[in-house]
């Protein structure tokens, strides 16, 4: 009888899982085609959400073909549309942009404009004008917006959460200590409120980042920088009074929009960005000639193989960044190297391994460049690992610097004793316990953290001294864990150009001596999985991104995720005691 039964459920066990495979594989043959174009095709990009850099690597989002928005999906459909005779115009519909950054809204409106060089119109429709759509549509030839929307626009907000108070209520001490004033990343857990470094670092990015606002949109719109400074004083507008103040061109619902741009005795037909995800590059002349390796550093830096977690998201893993960097050395048709960096930073000692492994990359062949390209962030750690570039391209918006340090633990005793229960231990060697959970630091032991502290932020600064040909003096002074915008920091000489991808990959062709009007082949790490490897990858749960984590994108936003980050504390993903070159937590809107 045990038997017999033990026999079904393996049956159906097995009918389940060839089923599973079978309908995977059905989806593949269904979605995997590319799609038929029209000849008068407007290519619609709907543009949306916490943009990230890469489509995530699961079967779901290798099906719908890239209908995940992502910054290198976007920007490729409108390189493709730039050449592709089918596509007539672009019709870009930013929704509800939810990043708290800038850097990659200014990465995509550099393709748009990039686009129009084809001569195409680009038209934009706002069913919400919330300010990163409008800067993103500010760059269109007509800009709609919805009758029953308002245009959200009104300048920039900075808020910081701080945790001393409540962390005081249930008895833990947040034992952390910096290197540098505006290494602020620890005052979310020891302060109540802001530090003078503190503000003054937030004022100036926020400034900066609404002075990029304002000459975005001037030019969009071709106004004056002091008129739409005016106008973002008046801000929120009615949809009426936009259109009667320039801001937009017209006021419809979407289906007048379509019927608005139809051509006299032509009929364009819409094209979704979606099935245009399905054409490739080469098939319209594009990604094909010298190779180009493209390594993608999106995420939190750590220790060990890359992988995800539900609150921090996307792990760049030392491990795994090194072995792509040890498989690019051996591959002598590849020309240069573009470091692709979206990253607060993290351990230091990961950020340390893939710096050296790059040092190793750029000795060992000189005549091939490595050029970084920054996106969103590329702070602290973020920034450590661009040094060996031989130039660094960041956006204007882009968050940067941070060079500093800091580490420590945070103790739990206050709540045991709150608890009234009680952590006895034993322990041979003087300092065995200086990472004990239940008692801050004695004297000695907190000299030992910030000798290994101090250590390595002299290391950090001598690095960039030598990266940037400077000295560790004048390094010192833009260091002591300050944050840049990329356009500040390129004043301050710790970059060397703005500008996106598309940039950094002129540069490297340049340096690498290709023809700057030739095409390239880039040749993108992490390597696309085929569609049997993601499914390998699901059913044995090696796959990224857990169920936990699906759920926490799809039903927080990106302010209610950063601030569980907060309470977490940034040590929880780290060894213990391990020093962290971790940007602040910022939130901007």
């Known amino acids: 009888m045990k038997r017999r039964t033990f026999a079904i459920i393996f049956t159906v066990i097995g009918v389940v899982f060839f089923l599973t495979i079978g309908g995977f594989v059905a989806l593949f043959l269904l979605f995997g085609r590319s799609p038929v174009i029209p000849s008068h095709a407007r290519l619609t990009l709907r543009i949306g959400g916490d943009l990230a850099e890469m489509t995530p690597g699961d079967v779901v989002s290798y099906l719908s073909g890239g209908r995940t ?3 290198r999906g976007i920007v490729d459909n409108l390189r493709k549309a730039g050449v592709d005779e089918r596509v007539h115009s672009v019709l870009l519909r930013p929704t509800g942009l939810t990043t708290p950054y800038w850097g990659k809204v200014q990465e995509i409106r550099d393709a748009v404009m990039d686009f129009k060089k084809s001569g195409k119109p680009v038209y934009a429709y706002l069913e919400y004008g919330g300010d990163r759509d409008y800067y993103l549509a500010s760059v269109a030839d007509k800009v709609f917006l919805m009758p029953s929307s308002p245009l959200d626009v009104t300048g920039v907000a900075t808020y910081e959460l701080f945790l001393r108070g409540t962390l005081d209520k249930i008895g833990v001490v947040a034992d952390l200590h910096h290197i540098g004033d505006y290494k602020t990343a620890s005052n979310t857990f020891t302060e109540k409120g802001f530090t003078a470094a503190h503000r003054e670092m937030d004022a100036s990015l926020n400034r900066d980042l609404y002075e990029q606002i304002v000459q975005g949109i001037a030019e969009g719109r071709k106004k004056s920088e002091d008129e739409v400074r005016r106008l973002l ?26 019927q608005k741009l139809e051509a006299p005795g032509r009929s364009d037909s819409s094209l979704d960005a979606e099935d245009y995800g399905l054409v490739s590059l080469r098939s319209l002349g594009l990604n094909r000639g010298p190779r180009i390796a493209v390594i993608y550093t999106a995420g939190t830096i750590a220790s060990g193989p890359s992988g995800y977690d539900p609150l921090e998201g996307t792990i760049v893993g030392s491990d795994t960044i090194i072995e792509y960097i040890r498989q690019i ?57 661009a040094l060996p570039a031989h130039a660094i391209v960041a956006q204007p918006a882009t968050l940067t610097g941070s060079i500093g340090i800091f580490g420590g633990k945070f103790t739990t005793g ?71 915008t990329g356009r ?37 790490y992490p390597p696309a999985k085929s569609f049997f490897e993601l499914l390998a990858d699901q059913l044995s749960g090696t796959g990224g991104q857990t169920a936990f984590g699906a759920v926490l994108s799809s039903n927080l936003s990106p302010a209610e995720v950063e601030v569980l980050r907060a309470i977490r504390g940034p040590l929880s993903m780290f060894r213990r005691g391990e020093p962290l070159a971790l940007m602040p937590f910022t939130f901007l809107r």
């Open 329 to 385: 050395r051996k591959d002598s048709s590849v020309r240069a190297i573009v470091l692709r960096i979206d990253s607060p930073g993290g351990s230091a000692a990961a950020s340390d391994a893939i710096w050296r492994e790059l040092m190793i990359a750029r000795k060992e062949r000189e005549d091939r460049p490595i050029i970084a390209s920054m996106s969103d962030l590329a702070a602290s750690g973020g920034y450590y690992v």
């Open 233 to 258: 004083d008046q801000g929120p507008f009615l949809p009426e009074d936009a259109l009667r103040a320039g801001l937009v061109d017209d006021v419809a619902y979407e289906d007048q929009v379509s």
């Open 414 to 484: 206050g709540v045991y004793e709150k608890l009234s229960a009680r952590v006895d231990s034993v322990s041979n060697g003087k300092n065995a316990e200086i990472n004990s959970p239940v008692r801050p630091y004695n004297a000695e032991e907190r000299k030992k953290v910030e000798e290994q502290l101090h250590a390595f932020y002299d290391q950090f600064v001598e690095k960039v001294a030598q990266s940037r040909k400077s000295t560790p003096e004048k390094i010192n002074q833009l260091a002591q864990g300050r944050v840049w």
């Open 69 to 71: 928005p992502t910054v």
């Open 488 to 524: 500040q920091a390129k004043e301050n000489g710790l970059v060397d150009a703005l500008g996106g991808l598309g940039s950094a990959l002129a540069l490297a062709k340049q340096q690498a001596k290709i023809d700057a009007r030739s095409e390239v082949e880039l040749v993108v």
